[in-house]
């Protein structure tokens, strides 16, 4: 089931100037990614960290945290189970931009959740 958070989706303005302070404060650039047009991962040092997903404001979206993602072994299997305890998917199990096996759900009061698989594979645009 699940074994951690895998990462948190926060959306900025300026993603440069927010790369620039997460450094300040010891957070590691992990990739830049194609991901919503422009984003970075980034997490602080040392094993088993959640990674900061960053990217930049597009559309319609607001500032702040998008989404948090929980990361488990096995996604089909957590998706099987969670949807036989009667939990509601926005979108189920499918690949993704990121290189990696999603699934999109939502707390009781509307929050945006994920499940990520611990695989993670080349994403698209990856520098």
Not at 14 to 35: C, I, M, P, S
Request: charged fraction near 30%; aromatic fraction near 8%.
């Amino acid at each position: 089931m699940i074994t951690g958070i895998d990462h948190i989706e926060i959306i900025v303005r300026d993603l440069d100037e927010f790369v620039a302070f997460y450094e300040k404060l010891g957070f590691k650039v992990v990739r830049w990614t194609d991901h919503h047009g422009k984003s970075v991962e980034m997490q602080v040092p040392g094993d088993n960290q959640p990674v900061f997903e960053i990217h930049q404001l597009i559309g319609e979206e607001n500032p702040g945290i998008n989404h948090i993602s929980f990361r488990v072994v096995d996604i089909d299997a957590a998706h099987a189970d969670l949807k036989a305890k009667g939990v509601v998917f926005q979108r189920d199990v499918h690949q993704s931009s990121t290189g990696r096996k999603n699934a999109l759900l939502r707390d009781p009061d509307g929050w945006r959740l994920q499940l990520s698989d611990t695989k993670r594979g080349k994403a698209e645009g990856e520098r």
